[in-house]
C-alpha cells in the first residue's frame, strides 16, 4: 500500500496542451512537495506547498495544497518537449511518522 | 557548490555477489538519505542519517542491507548477498537538516543490474 498515490500513472500528450497531475493520500500531512526527475539524474524539488489551500505558481505549473492537506495537484499550461519527465509528490505525514514518503510517480511525454 | 556525488554509475553483478555504493554529500548538509528506486516508480526511502546516526532504517532489508556514514560525511551502503530483485537505481540525498521544508538535493544515483 502506497502512503501517495499519483494519478495518472503515464501521461503522452501534444505539445501544447494543458494537463493536470494529481496526488493523493488518506492521511494528513505537514507539507508536500514536487520534485521532477529526468532520466539518469536524481530527482529535482520544484516546489514546497505548505498551507491547506495554498496554491502556488512557477512560470507554466500551478501546484495546489488540499484544503484538508491529503492531496495535490500539478497543472501545466502549454506543455512543452522539456518537460518531460517523471513527477513525484513527497512529504512527511503529520506527526506520528518520521518518514519521509514520495508518490507512485507521474511519467509526462510532450511531444513536439 | 558541487552537487551530491555517487560512484559507480553503473554495477552489473550475479545474484548472491556483494556490491557497495559510495555517496558524498553537498559539504555542510547534516543529514543524508538512501533511496531505492525502481524503474518508473517513486523512490523508497531505505536509511536516513542524521550526521553519523541513524534517523530511520525502518524499509531497510537488514539481513542482506547495511549502510554506514562515517564521521558524519560520506557514506557506503552494501548489500551481501545480491537478490535480482534488487535490481534498481540506488540514490543518495543530502539535506540541511530540519523536517517538514528539508529541500533534498539527490545524487544521479547507481543503476544495479543483478543477473
Known amino acids: 500500500t502506497q502512503l501517495l498515490e499519483q494519478s495518472p500513472q503515464f501521461l503522452s500528450i501534444q505539445e501544447g496542451e494543458n494537463l493536470t497531475v494529481y496526488c493523493n493520500s488518506s492521511?494528513?500531512?505537514?507539507?508536500l512537495q514536487w520534485y521532477r526527475q529526468e532520466p539518469g539524474e536524481g530527482p529535482v524539488l520544484l516546489v514546497t506547498?505548505?498551507?491547506?489551500?495554498e496554491v502556488k505558481k512557477l512560470k507554466r505549473l500551478t501546484f495546489q495544497f488540499g484544503d484538508a492537506r491529503k492531496d495535490s495537484s500539478l497543472h501545466i499550461t502549454a506543455a512543452q518537449p522539456g518537460d518531460t519527465g517523471l513527477y513525484l509528490c513527497?512529504?512527511?505525514?503529520?506527526?506520528?511518522?518520521?518518514?519521509?514518503?514520495f508518490g507512485t510517480g507521474t511519467s509526462l511525454t510532450v511531444i513536439p | 557548490e558541487a552537487g551530491v556525488a555517487q560512484s559507480p554509475r553503473y554495477k552489473i553483478i550475479e545474484k548472491r555477489q556483494s556490491v557497495a555504493f559510495w555517496c558524498n554529500p553537498i559539504?555542510?548538509?547534516?543529514?543524508l538519505y538512501w533511496y531505492q528506486q525502481i524503474l518508473g516508480q517513486g523512490p523508497k526511502l531505505l536509511i536516513q542519517?542524521?550526521?553519523?546516526?541513524?534517523?530511520?532504517d525502518s524499509q531497510l532489508p537488514k539481513d542482506r542491507f547495511s549502510a554506514e556514514r562515517l564521521k558524519g560525511v560520506d557514506s557506503t551502503l552494501k548489500i551481501q548477498p545480491a537478490k535480482l530483485e534488487d535490481s534498481a537505481v540506488y540514490l543518495c540525498?543530502?539535506?540541511?537538516?530540519?523536517?517538514?521544508?528539508?529541500?533534498?538535493?539527490f545524487g544521479p544515483g547507481t543503476r544495479l543490474t543483478v543477473l
Open positions: 542519517f542524521q550526521n553519523n546516526g541513524v534517523v530511520d
Open positions: 559539504s555542510g548538509h547534516a543529514t
Open positions: 506547498v505548505v498551507t491547506g489551500g
Open positions: 540525498a543530502s539535506s540541511q537538516g530540519g523536517r517538514a521544508y528539508n529541500e533534498q538535493f
Open positions: 513527497a512529504g512527511f505525514p503529520l506527526p506520528g511518522f518520521d518518514q519521509f514518503y
Open positions: 492521511s494528513v500531512f505537514s507539507s
